[in-house]
T-cell receptor, first 114, second 114 residues
Framework: AQSVTQPDIHITVSEGASLELRCNYS??????LFWYVQSPGQGLQLLLK??????LVQGIKGFEAEFKRSQSSFNLRKPSVHWSDAAEYFC????????????FGTGTRLKVLA | DTGVSQDPRHKITKRGQNVTFRCDPI?????LYWYRQTLGQGPEFLTY????????KSRLLSDRFSAERPKGSFSTLEIQRTEQGDSAMYLC????????????FGEGSWLTVV
């Protein structure tokens, strides 16, 4: 069965520090991969997506993610975190056939220290 | 695109009452999804429509839940005899037919059962 694991429930970083959020997936083929951000009480905003091709994907707000097939990972990175990045981050696997639905991880809550 | 629209955005209801949420997908998007998100969790898939046909339902969708998409346009999600455990955000999403098409999420409908 398909699944997504985000091993870190909470992460705290200082403003200006680098950030890496981990995501591991289980899927029988090369999946579609996504990172979303959600502020409290808000909907999901797409940060970036991977369908195929270059394994390093650039997204909005200075985020990037790297698909590593050998590690079944799709970690999200940002070189310098801003206080406004504090939010919950979700990694998702998209099925590549059938319903094409997304399966989400449980999320990582990011806290940014001034 | 005007985005996925959901109504109401917030609903407080007493236990045992019925509630209905409406979703208007992006025009010409024939795929429609409902997800549920509880506090501290990632969105969980509930059901999927392709045009007017409901093609997949999660085991999370108990008999008290019913979803429709008449004429393949807007969709409704009804919860009968609400329970406190139904308190969650209900997210609607849509996408176009075809592989590799991004799913777009609405802002969600918050349900609080008191």
């Amino acid at each position: 069965a398909q699944s997504v694991t985000q091993p870190d429930i909470h992460i705290t970083v200082s403003e200006g520090a680098s950030l890496e959020l981990r995501c591991n997936y289980s899927y029988g083929a090369t999946p579609y991969l996504f990172w979303y951000v959600q502020s409290p009480g808000q909907g999901l905003q797409l940060l970036l997506k991977y369908f195929s091709g270059d394994t390093l994907v650039q997204g909005i707000k200075g985020f990037e993610a790297e698909f590593k097939r050998s590690q079944s990972s799709f970690n999200l990175r940002k070189p310098s975190v801003h206080w406004s990045d504090a939010a919950e981050y979700f990694c998702a696997v998209g099925l590549t056939s059938g319903t094409y639905k997304y399966i989400f991880g449980t999320g990582t809550r990011l806290k940014v220290l001034a | 695109d005007t985005g996925v629209s959901q109504d109401p955005r917030h609903k407080i209801t007493k236990r045992g009452q019925n509630v209905t949420f409406r979703c208007d997908p992006i025009s010409e998007h024939n795929r429609l999804y409902w997800y549920r998100q509880t506090l501290g969790q990632g969105p969980e898939f509930l059901t999927y429509f392709q045009n007017e046909a409901q093609l997949e339902k999660s085991r999370l969708l108990s008999d008290r839940f019913s979803a429709e998409r008449p004429k393949g346009s807007f969709s409704t999600l009804e919860i009968q005899r609400t329970e406190q455990g139904d308190s969650a955000m209900y997210l609607c999403a849509s996408s176009r037919q075809g592989a590799g098409n991004t799913i777009y999420f609405g802002e969600g409908s918050w349900l609080t059962v008191v």
